[in-house]
């Protein structure tokens, strides 16, 4: 486990701002499961929140627009974790309503009396998948194969830099609740643990004052405060810290009575069931030291980069050498500004030449840090020797498919040896060669 | 405007390889300046030469390979003061230089270079010096001589002649033996320094610690003229095997418990030596054998992956 320079800034204390765009890119696969069925064409007129794509199977999650206007194309278009991907180009409509406009708006006695199927069946139309990162759509994990005793709500946010869920905790407190509430009561927990990490006090502080209102139905609610560390807000790590129960190798939370869910994704549950609003948009963090202002913006899905600098909404100080989709630790670097944010875009990270680490790769000195701090308890340097050997059955041996790609043992290597970059070569290896 | 395009992470921790072996050098300091203290010129030079035989090998070999020059990385400069520091202060300095020579050659170099040797270097140059003159290697002096008395080590005079040197003599340094190896005060000031700076892990020194204690303890209990635990872990080399040379990370294992058992066993070897071999010490072999046991000690110690 590790301890890292938060560098939270001064975004953590700023006010979300909104932004509207003038054109959405809304790739088809913003989740973890099959692509959508498309239901609009290009040239069709949509409106805001209007469905373009439904789920195609179990897994599978709604996609919606996040603009009024016309579908300019349909083509493939530069993706944040896919590289390439097919995606919806619709450009806004100059005088388009800025607002969503609920098409209901249920009342709270409402929400109370209604049947878990319908919650699920508002998540689901709603496109709500989980916004930590993995994009799950949320329904599948409400609706577990087996009894789960457990909700925990993710509020760690462990990644350097990342601010967007604590605002959102310290702006949208009752929401979330009234969200947790909606799944706490479909999945028919008896204990919820809220994890939020000892640098967002005032976070707890809200979550606590309002717990103790008594108005939400989570009699067995907790705010854990943990110690501060990475990567705290990883599922089997964080289930592990509360619970003591291991997920399995290859299994998932609800194999040992766990659902995990982001705060965020809580927040959209209560969303899509209050308002009837579909996932159009969310809180995303703009940071780094290449960027005059860092900010956290609620942004509409499929709002491109370049439009938010060429509207000078974001603004460089210095050059940028490095954009990143998501935190420094996982995130993906990409080489252009012509990206769409997504569901699971937690933060755009603008980096420059000095935040960067270019120092070169030299031989391992097998010390063992990696081995440290590496939350899965595997031994990553092996890895990195049997990569480079080609030794790709024994990598299995190494248990590298239990690696979750946190990047801990990249970070503390002294060595400079990029790890995740081998780990993901061996993993990629060993799929291709289970295909033949 | 080029953007940069490499897998996560991308923050990474400040220090690197160069930086630690910096830091190893700190902690050697207090070593080095309590060889100065007492025996002054001859230690000077002997470092100075151990460190020429190393660095100038370790040039020398890359540059044959036509391979960038290594020095930059400080290995061999610890490897030479480390070979330095395990040598009788009367020893011969071209021997000295030879030792350095050997150290990275055939300790280190011949395996592929950094990283990859089996053996910890320095010490497979003294062993190597150990064959090669026995004599010279076991010949020592009386610290502060200017003209060399000739005086036999604290394990030497208990294990031949059952006599015992005064505690306080070996924790400060005022005894005959390896450079850097009579003053426990300053390998201990050192040894933990890298220890609280996270420099060294203290799995491996704690597990040589307990090895030599529990050992040492239960040949006390049954005899006390076998010596007691702290006669045992303040002198010889002991403790600068326990801070320096189990804490390589190279050539020990990766795991944390292998790590602590490597150091345990290491603790068990040197009193087994002590007690049953001919010499009166035993950290250099211990350590050597425990190294070849690394690879095995790394499988058999692999650790349990979370959730399985």
């Given at each position: ?236 790590q964080l289930i592990y810290r509360l619970t003591q129960r291991k997920v399995p190798a290859g299994g998932l939370p609800f194999d ?181 | ?308």
């Amino acid at each position: 486990m590790l301890r890292i320079e938060e560098e939270k800034g001064p975004q953590k204390n700023f006010y979300t701002q909104k932004v509207l765009p003038q054109k959405v890119v809304i790739p088809l696969s913003q989740h973890t499961g099959s692509l959508p069925n498309l239901l609009v064409k290009v040239k069709d007129k949509v409106k805001l929140g209007e469905i373009l794509a439904e789920p195609s199977s179990l897994i599978s999650s709604a996609i919606h627009a996040s603009a009024s206007g016309e579908v300019k194309d349909i083509r493939i278009y530069n993706h944040p974790t896919l590289k390439k991907a097919k995606a919806l180009v619709i450009s806004a409509e100059k005088n388009s309503s800025e607002k969503f406009e609920p098409p209901y708006i249920r009342e709270e006695s409402q929400v109370k009396n209604m049947e878990s199927f319908e919650l699920i069946s508002l998540i689901k139309a709603s496109g709500v998948v989980g916004l930590g990162g993995a994009g799950f759509p949320t329904q599948v994990k409400l609706s577990p194969p087996k009894k789960v005793d457990t909700l925990i709500v993710n509020g760690c946010e462990c990644e350097p830099y990342l601010t967007c869920d604590y605002r959102l905790m310290i702006e949208h407190t009752e929401s979330i609740l009234k969200g947790i509430e909606i799944i706490a009561k479909i999945l028919e927990v008896n204990k919820v643990y809220i994890a939020i990490e000892d640098n967002k006090l005032e976070a707890v502080k809200r979550f606590n004052s309002k717990l103790h209102t008594k108005k939400y139905a989570l009699p067995s609610a907790e705010v854990v405060v943990l110690k501060s560390f990475y990567p705290q807000g990883a599922e089997k790590q964080l289930i592990y810290r509360l619970t003591q129960r291991k997920v399995p190798a290859g299994g998932l939370p609800f194999d040992v009575g766990c659902v995990v869910q982001n705060v965020a994704t809580c927040f959209s549950v209560y969303e899509a069931v209050y308002f009837n609003k579909p996932l159009i948009e969310r809180v995303v963090t703009f940071a780094g030291s290449a960027l005059e202002e860092p900010k956290n913006l609620l942004i509409r899905i499929g709002t491109v980069l370049e439009e938010l600098l060429e509207r000078e909404i974001l603004k460089f100080k210095k050059e940028p050498k490095k954009v990143i989709f998501g935190g420094p630790m996982m995130g993906v670097a990409l080489d252009s500004l012509d990206y769409p944010i997504i569901k699971t875009t937690c933060g755009v990270l603008f980096l420059t030449e000095e935040d960067l680490d270019l120092r070169e790769e030299s031989n391992c000195i097998k010390c063992g840090r990696c081995v440290d701090v590496c939350p899965m308890n595997l031994l990553p340097l092996e890895f990195v020797r049997l990569v480079k050997k080609g030794f790709w059955s024994e990598l299995k041996e190494f248990y590298i498919s239990d690696c979750i790609e946190c990047g801990s043992c990249g970070f503390s290597c002294p060595a400079k040896i990029p790890l995740v970059n081998y780990i993901k070569a061996g993993k990629e290896k060993l799929k291709s060669l289970n295909k033949t | 405007m080029k953007l940069i395009v490499e897998v996560s992470p991308h923050k990474k921790a400040d220090y690197d390889i160069c930086w630690l072996m910096k830091q190893v050098l700190i902690g050697l300091t207090p070593v080095v300046l309590a060889s100065i203290i007492f025996f002054r010129m001859r230690a000077v030079l002997l470092i100075i030469s151990c460190l020429l035989g190393a660095v100038i090998s370790e040039e020398v070999w890359m540059r044959l390979r036509k391979k960038p020059s290594s020095l930059r990385d400080y290995s061999a400069v610890i490897t030479g003061i480390l070979l330095a520091l395990v040598l009788p202060p009367k020893l011969p300095l071209w021997v000295g230089f030879l030792g350095g020579v050997v150290s990275i050659i055939l300790g280190k170099q011949v395996f592929g270079g950094l990283g990859q040797n089996i053996f910890n270097p320095a010490l497979v140059g003294r062993a190597f010096l150990m064959a090669a003159f026995p004599v010279m290697l076991t010949s020592w002096v009386e610290p502060f001589s200017l003209d060399a008395v000739t005086k036999a080590t604290p394990l030497a005079l208990w294990k031949f002649s059952k006599e015992f040197t005064p505690l306080k003599d070996l924790f400060l340094g005022n005894v005959a033996g390896s450079l850097g190896e009579t003053s426990s005060l300053a390998i201990i000031l050192g040894g933990g320094y890298l220890i609280i700076r996270k420099i060294a892990d203290w799995r491996a020194p704690l597990g040589m610690f307990l090895g030599m204690s529990i050992l040492s303890g239960i040949f006390y209990l049954v005899n006390p003229l076998q010596g007691s635990i702290l006669f045992h872990l303040f002198s010889g080399g002991a403790l600068l095997g326990m801070f320096f040379m189990v804490t390589d990370p190279v050539t020990t294992p990766s795991s944390k418990l292998g790590r602590f058992l490597f150091g345990l066993f290491c603790g068990f070897l040197v009193i087994i030596l002590r007690k049953f071999s001919g010499l009166p010490e035993g950290v250099m072999y211990s350590i050597l054998i425990m190294n070849g046991f690394t690879p095995l000690i790394n499988r058999l110690t692999k650790p349990k992956p979370l959730g399985r």
